[in-house]
């Protein structure tokens, strides 16, 4: 029977959707699900882990794993791998976990993939599909190794409900200080505002929006949705936008149920970032523009008159 441990996704005390998307997955292809949680204070999460469809929860909590640092969290990562005999160790997609996973692999001398979007299993061969070359091509892999440690691509999974496992809580000690690479302080986005890879509606913006005003106005619809404000890498590279706000190929893969992009033309390089969105709403004002291949629904006008009307349609809906 296959073995998934998933990595418990925990941003400042609170657990990300993706752990549970993760666990679901595994539960459908009928593995053993075990979860490995790590920080400070976090015992609390632990029915949260359960409800998520864990059987076995890890648990590495310790003042010295309050700040992420690779090196500790993944020896707690390969602790509780190798405690549970885990074949397959899933990550969701987040910058921690590109620098957690060659390093798990490398420990349990297991096959490394990434952006994976879907694993099958026969017997003991497992195969996972990932798309490449700014999804170009969709590649299936056989993994030529008894264990494979994965990053699951954002949105891959659908959370199920109803799959609560089962509390059986093991308690992992802390490991020892990595002195190579002391993390002293975490300098965060002190914004408040949604975070891209989270949100279930994304509003980007892009050149088409022109300077400040352009960007505060699509802004103002972002807020209006409550969604995750994001933008292709025209803006971000013209000085208008904070480079973690990018979508795309070297940006951020986002997955939300909405995708609205506002003056973005729609290059392949930032399709690769936001084409997984479940709906994609385009404004453009160029019918030609390539965004309106992928769209479900496309608005040709101007960005500067179609928006204060979306404002104002939306207002009156939410009221
Ligand atoms: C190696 C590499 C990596 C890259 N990675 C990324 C990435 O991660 N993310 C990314 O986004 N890009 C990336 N790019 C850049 C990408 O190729 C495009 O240059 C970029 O996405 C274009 O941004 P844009 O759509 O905002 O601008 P443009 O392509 O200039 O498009 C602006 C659009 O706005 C429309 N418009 C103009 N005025 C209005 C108006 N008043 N109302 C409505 N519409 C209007 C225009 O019709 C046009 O379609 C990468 C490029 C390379 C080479």
Redesign the pocket.
Known sequence: MAKVLVIADIKQGVLKGSTAELLSKAKSIGAETAVVAIGCNINMLIPNLVSAGSDTQYVADDPGLELFSAGPYASCVVDAAKKFDANLIWFGFSENSKALAPRVAARLDAACATEITDVMLSGDQIEVIRPAITNKVIQRVKVNTKKLVAVVRAGAFEATKGIAGTENVVKLSPPEQDLKALIKKILTDASGEIDLADADIVVSV???A?DLAGVNLVKELATDLKAGFGS????VDAGLMAHNK??????KIVAPTLYVAI????????L??MNGSKVILA????PE?P?FNVADYGIV????EVVPILREEIKKIRH
Do not use: E, Y
């Open positions: 892009g050149r088409g022109k292709s890498r025209a803006m990018q979508v795309g190929q070297t940006g003056g973005i033309s729609g290059a392949i390089q930032h690769a970032g404004v453009n004002k160029d523009a965004i006008g101007d960005l500067f």
